[in-house]
């Protein structure tokens, strides 16, 4: 080393150092790069990306190859800056003490800290780059790596621990619906909006979006055809579940645009109405919407009967329903007391006790439960464990509710009152 000026030796200094560094940086930016954008990279011809993830599929070889080459610079950048030291500064303790730290310092902050705090904060685009020279001395230094990782494998043995080179980082819907809330402006708000509901479609059932029996619109065939008929005229929708005297016993559906060819010839009947109904479908409650979604696809229908355990009718749901669910209300569904719902000056809002609380909590960003219960009504209920008059007020999940009118066994209108603070 004497025969080297010392001049070349700062050099060789220096650039050990940014050898140090660059093994560093590389380390860091290639355990936190995103391995879903490197794969999105590499589907688009990214040569480097696929190189990227080729190295973390094989996570021992990659770190192999990382640390040897890194401690073998460190371990030569501190012994020639002993070197040095010594040539300049003579052999006393005090003088190798001090270089050491002197080396000490020089690592940290050029071949650790900083190249580090680099690597992961540009990691997705530094590990395409760092990939080149990495593959490459994996390539040359195959042999060494792989002796070094056998006393490696050995040890994860004795310690009872497994060696799993492959590529675990898939991800739970909880960590997918995470990455989608915190997307930003990457994903627009509706198109969010959108995603989040998938991932709740397996914990959704029928039931909760159904259309409750009492606000079914339906043709009694047992009344007079002049009632049948002005009924006909003013419905909302076109196909109609058709009842003989009790809405249990729903014997078929009725396809209103059917009807109108055959008003047009001659007056309507009742055996007219009963030759066109088609045979109704009937859907567990407890069904998910997702499945009864495939349900619709595969058996060609639009629209289905819900049913309890004990074959009661519960209410009825249709595709466009399920759909509503995704993507919101459409324009040309019929008129909703939810979508009325807001808070007024005083912080409180008055709602029908028959609104699903799904849609009461989606409208008013509250939070009520929604695993029991489906209305307000039920939940106000199942709370009192009565029925109660008008003025009772209850506090459920935090939220104030003001019974305003109770008839017929049952809840009409309640005042929600916003809570106050955070829930």
Sequence with gaps: MNSIPLSAQLTILVTLLALSGFFSMAETSMMAANRYRLRSAANLGSRGARLALELLGKTDKLLGIILLCNNLVNAAAATLVSVITIQLFGSEEWVLGVSTLVVTFLILVFSEITPKVVGANHANRLACIVSYPLSALLKGLYFIVWFVNLFVAGLLRLLRLR??????????????RTMVL???????????????????????????????????????????????????????????????????????????RRILGQTLDRSLESTDIRDMLTKPYFIPASTPIYSQLHFFQENRERLGLVVDEYGELLGLVTLEDIIEELIGKFTTSAPDASEKLG???????????????????????????????????????????????????VKIAGVPIEVVQAEDRRIKTVRIFRPAGPR
């Design 163 to 176: 060696n799993n080179n492959q590529d675990t980082h898939s991800l739970s819907t909880e960590e997918l």
């Design 182 to 256: 915190e997307s930003g402006a990457f994903i627009p708000p509706k198109h969010r909006s959108i995603l989040l509901n998938l991932f709740e479609l397996e914990d959704i059932t029928v039931e909760d979006v159904m259309t409750p029996r009492n606000q079914i619109e339906a043709v009694d065939i047992s009344e007079p055809i002049s009632v049948i008929q002005g009924h006909l005229a003013t419905c909302y929708h076109t196909r109609l579940p058709v009842f003989d005297g009790e809405m249990n016993a729903v014997i078929g559906l009725l396809h209103v």
């Design 343 to 393: 808070w007024d000056k005083n912080g409180s809002v008055i709602v029908d006790g028959s609104q699903h609380l799904r849609a009461v909590n989606r409208k008013l960003d509250l939070d009520l439960p929604v695993d029991g219960p489906k209305t307000l009504n039920g939940l106000v209920l199942e709370h009192l464990q009565d029925i109660p008059e008008s003025g009772v007020s």
